[in-house]
């Protein structure tokens, strides 16, 4: 009786055993640019036509006229422009889902009034007023976003009649035209008052040693995903621009504004622009290190699509609102430091349209699904640029709302052709 003959195994080829510290390599600059020329031909655009319109702005304006690169007038962009952005980035929210939110405006009115009645009218403590405040434009958002996702009604709709029903609200608040004072010292710093010129170095440092650690992290995290670090002349570049350009702001900051050091000195970083800093760490963190912001982009690529994927469609539209809100609400705070007291016009006039017109003009697409919480700040300045250095030059209010109109039509129509471009392609 033969043995059995045990069926013989195929030949493998001989594989290098794959070690811990075995990733692929990282790209090149070379490729990086590629890649980058590339997604520019198929349309992607981002933030290069915002970032390429301010330095134009900038270099028009301070040769027609010097003094538009004061530190003085320097800092008055800053703090002109915190309102606007504040109110911005939280329309960056529901503009990703592509819906729009009319009443952001008048609703940082009402807020600023609830401000100012709790503080004022009422004698509480600043750090009980703000909360009131914020609290009251979170239910202002939930209102809105469940009219939207659970009714249906759509968000032009909604925040129209939003946009009117809140106008009649301050009026309502502030006793048909009453101007309300904010006097409160710790209010009025934020929107008039700067930190210390250490502690504005402080805080750059501090900046620039929390961008060099995430980028490490998050090229530390790509190689343990199996995936290309970032080339390290790629993270020399982005923590050296950070550093120069905030190392010049800080240094021009830290210059004596004052016209009559006699009276006071006035030198240091509005401290308004470590708390818009805060907002936009903030929203970047939820965007693009959470699956909320993933959602929040699926959803407004398509609706449809995320809710088969399982995703609470109607919850993610609701949290948008109501996170619009609240920054709506920190917004109308720096108005009301800002102008020492909250009036009718608080949030009204042309407030609304200039916080659309940030979010649009710095990348925020306004068919959902694309966009960036800095798009608000790069596309704020933008129009803060505008609107200063046409005042600089003289030009009447008509003026600049003509230009800053047709900016925003611009920045529209490059949104809509490369968007067109990217579905062709």
Not at 358 to 365: D, L, M, Q
Not at 379 to 386: E, K, Q, R, Y
């Amino acid at each position: 009786m033969s043995a059995a003959i045990a069926p013989r195994k195929p030949d493998r080829p001989n594989r290098p055993a794959r070690t811990a510290d075995a990733h692929p390599p990282a790209p090149t600059l070379s490729d990086i640019t590629r890649t980058y020329l590339e997604r520019l031909r198929g349309g992607e655009l981002g933030a290069l036509p915002a970032v390429g319109g301010l330095v134009v702005l900038c270099v028009f304006f301070a040769v027609l006229r010097p003094v538009f690169l004061s530190n003085l007038n320097f800092a008055n962009l800053l703090t002109q422009s915190a309102g606007s952005i504040a109110i911005a980035m939280g329309l960056v929210f529901v503009l990703l889902l592509g819906e729009i939110d009319l009443s952001a405006g008048y609703a940082s009115g009402v807020c600023a009034a609830v401000l100012a009645i709790l503080l004022t009218n009422h004698g509480w403590p600043w750090y009980a007023a703000v909360p009131a405040a914020m609290l009251t434009g979170a239910a202002i958002g939930l209102l809105i976003g469940t009219l939207v996702a659970k009714v249906g009604i759509p968000s032009f709709v909604v925040t129209l009649a939003a946009f009117l029903g809140f106008q009649g609200i301050v009026l309502i608040l502030l006793k048909e035209g009453t101007n309300i004072s904010v006097q409160d010292p710790t209010i009025l710093a934020i929107a008039n008052d700067n930190l210390s010129p250490a502690l504005g170095w402080a805080l750059l440092a501090g900046c620039v040693i929390a961008s060099a650690a995430l980028q490490l992290r998050r090229s530390r995290d790509r190689r343990d995903r199996g995936l290309p670090g970032i080339p390290a002349a790629l993270l020399a570049a982005r923590i050296g621009t950070i550093t120069v350009l905030g190392g010049t702001a800080v240094y021009f900051l830290n210059e004596e504004r004052s016209r009559n050091i006699v009276v006071a000195s006035l030198k240091g970083v509005p401290i308004v622009v470590p708390v818009i800093g805060v907002l936009v760490l903030l929203g970047t963190f939820a965007l693009q290190r959470t699956g909320f912001g993933l959602h929040i982009y699926a959803v407004g690529g398509s609706a449809e699509a995320a809710r088969r994927a399982g995703i609470n469609v109607s919850f993610i539209r609701i949290t948008s609102f109501v996170i619009c809100s609240c920054l709506a609400s920190i917004g109308g705070i720096i108005a009301a430091s800002r102008g020492n007291s909250v009036d009718p016009n608080t949030g009204g006039s042309n407030v609304l349209l200039l916080a659309v017109g940030s979010a649009v003009i710095g990348g925020t697409s306004l068919f959902g699904g694309r966009g960036r919480i800095v798009d608000a700040v790069l596309g704020g300045l933008v129009v803060a640029v505008i609107q200063n250095g046409m005042g600089l030059m003289g030009y009447t209010s008509g003026v600049k709302y003509a230009v800053t109109g047709s900016v925003l039509l611009v920045a529209a129509g490059v949104d809509a052709l490369s968007r067109r471009r990217s579905v062709q392609r």
